[in-house]
C-alpha cells in the first residue's frame, strides 16, 4: 500500500513539474503570455500616438481654414488686378547680401545684408530661437558680445513661410496689411475678411478700425496726418499733404512686401528703438532715451538706422509684429502662450517693487523670447498701424500696470500720433 502511495507521489509531481514547464512556457516564452501582452501594449501605446498626430494634423488644418491663414500658397489674385512675379532669392551671397548657415539641427540659409555681420554668440545663431546679425563687419562672439550689444545696432531674423499670410489686396489691387488677434484657442483676423482672393477692411473709421497702411486725418479730416507741421517732423517736406503722406506709406509697404516675398522673412529689432532724443536712433542693449517723443518724430527717426542702401530700416507694420507673434505662437509651448499671456516676461507695475518705471533696454533676459527683448512690458511699442482717424497703434504693455496677463506683447493700444509720454517707444524693422 505504501508503495503505491509512494508511486502516485512520484506521478503527481511529475505532472506539476510537467504543468509548471508548460505554464512558464506559456507565460515568459517569445510568443508567451507576458511577451504578447507587451507587444500589445506597445501596438496600443503607438496607436494612440499616431491617432493624436493625425488629429493634431487635423486640428491645425481646421484652426488655419476658420482662421484664414492655412495653406503655404500666395491666394487668388484679384479678377482684374495684375498677376505679381517676385524673382526669389537664390540662398547665394550677392552684391547685397551674403548667405549664413544657422546651427538649426537642419541648418537654414539666412540673408545677412552686406554691412552686417551674422553673430557667433553660442545663444545666437539659430533661427529657432533667434538668429541674432549686428552692425559693421567685425566678429561678434563670446568674447567680445557684451562691448557690442551695447555699441553695435541688432536686428533678429523673422522666418515668414508664406507671405500672403501678411497681405491681401482689394478689389482695386491696393494691398492691405493683414492683422491678427491671438490667444490660446487660434489665431483670428482682425478687421478684414477674404474671399476669392479680393481682402475687404471691414471698419476704416471709428475704434477698432485697424488697418495699414492708412493715413489718420481726425474726426474732420483735417488734423494729425492732414496737418504738414506733423508732416515734417516725420521727414516730409512743406508741400506734403495728408494724401501725399498717404501715397508714401502705400510705396513703403509695397516695398516691404516685396523684399519678404524676395527673402522669405525680415529683420525685427532686438530690442526697443533708443537715443529717441538724440540726431541717430539706434537698437542696442541698455538705452535708456526710448520714449517721450511723437509719432511723427520716431517714424523719422527709425528710417536713419540703416547702416547701407542695402537695407530699409523703418517703424515696424503692424503685419511685421504679427508676423513674429505668428512665428512664436506655431513654435508651441511657452512661446505660443507668451504672445497671449506675458505674465512673468516683462516690467509691468510692481516688478520693481514699489517704483514703476522702464527699464533699459534688453537689462532684463527674463523678458526676451528668440532673443528679441522687451516686447511684452516695459514702454508701448508704436508701430505703423492705423487704429481709428486719431490713433496710430501701440503693442504690448508698459511700466504702468500690472498687465501682465490682459497686456500681453500681441495686445493693441492706440495713442495720439502727436503725443509724446515716457511710456511710449517704437520697434524697427529691417529689410533688404
Not at 520693481?352 to 523678458?367: F, L
Not at 528679441?372 to 512690458?377: E, N, P, T
Request: glycine share 10%.
Amino acid at each position: 500500500m505504501s508503495g503505491i502511495t509512494l508511486i502516485a507521489l512520484v506521478v503527481t509531481i511529475v505532472v506539476l513539474l510537467i504543468l509548471a514547464g508548460i505554464t512558464i512556457s506559456l507565460v515568459f516564452s517569445e510568443n508567451g503570455i507576458i511577451a504578447k501582452a507587451r507587444d500589445a501594449a506597445e501596438k496600443t501605446n503607438q496607436a494612440v500616438i499616431n491617432e493624436q498626430a493625425q488629429m493634431n494634423d487635423v486640428t491645425a488644418a481646421m484652426e488655419n481654414m476658420l482662421n484664414g491663414i492655412g495653406g503655404g500658397n500666395a491666394p487668388e489674385e484679384p479678377e482684374g488686378c495684375p498677376a505679381e512675379e517676385f524673382e526669389k532669392w537664390n540662398g547665394e551671397s550677392d552684391d547685397k547680401v551674403n548667405a549664413v548657415q544657422s546651427t538649426d539641427t537642419t541648418p537654414v540659409t539666412v540673408p545677412v545684408p552686406k554691412g552686417y555681420t551674422a553673430s557667433k554668440v553660442t545663444e545666437e545663431t539659430t533661427v529657432e530661437d533667434g538668429f541674432v546679425i549686428y552692425e559693421g563687419e567685425e566678429e561678434v562672439n563670446d568674447t567680445n558680445k557684451d562691448t557690442a550689444q551695447t555699441t553695435r545696432n541688432q536686428f533678429v531674423w523673422v522666418p515668414v513661410e508664406n507671405p500672403s499670410e501678411m497681405y491681401g489686396r482689394d478689389e482695386n489691387c491696393k494691398k492691405w496689411g493683414k492683422l491678427y488677434n491671438f490667444s490660446s484657442t487660434g489665431i483670428t483676423p482682425l478687421n478684414w475678411t477674404e474671399k476669392d482672393g479680393v481682402m475687404s477692411i471691414t471698419a476704416t473709421s471709428g475704434i477698432g478700425s485697424y488697418r495699414e497702411p492708412d493715413v489718420v486725418t481726425g474726426s474732420d479730416g483735417t488734423e494729425y496726418d492732414a496737418d504738414n507741421t506733423n508732416l515734417q517732423q516725420a521727414g516730409l517736406d512743406a508741400s506734403a499733404t495728408a494724401d501725399t503722406f498717404k501715397a508714401q506709406l502705400e510705396t513703403e509697404f509695397n516695398n516691404m512686401i516685396a523684399s519678404v516675398k524676395k527673402y522669405g522673412g525680415f529683420y525685427i529689432g532686438r530690442y526697443e528703438t533708443g537715443n529717441l532724443s538724440q540726431t541717430e536712433a539706434v537698437v542696442v542693449k541698455n538705452n535708456t532715451d526710448i520714449a517721450d517723443q511723437t509719432w511723427y518724430t520716431q517714424y523719422n527717426k527709425s528710417k536713419g538706422v540703416a547702416a547701407s542702401s542695402n537695407v530699409t530700416t523703418s517703424m515696424i507694420w503692424g503685419c511685421q509684429w504679427d508676423a513674429v507673434m505668428r512665428w512664436m505662437w506655431n513654435q508651441g509651448g511657452d512661446k505660443k502662450t507668451y504672445t497671449y499671456d506675458s505674465t512673468g516676461k516683462g516690467n509691468y507695475s510692481g516688478t520693481q517693487g514699489s517704483t514703476d518705471k522702464s527699464i533699459p533696454t534688453g537689462s532684463n533676459d527674463t523678458y526676451a523670447v528668440n532673443n528679441i527683448y522687451d516686447m511684452a512690458g516695459n514702454v508701448h511699442d508704436w508701430t505703423i498701424e492705423a487704429g481709428s482717424a486719431s490713433n496710430r497703434v501701440s503693442r504690448g504693455g508698459d511700466y504702468f500696470g500690472n498687465y501682465d496677463s490682459n497686456y500681453p506683447d500681441s495686445l493693441r493700444g492706440g495713442f495720439n500720433p502727436t503725443g509724446s509720454n515716457d511710456d511710449i517707444g517704437s520697434r524697427l524693422a529691417l529689410y533688404m
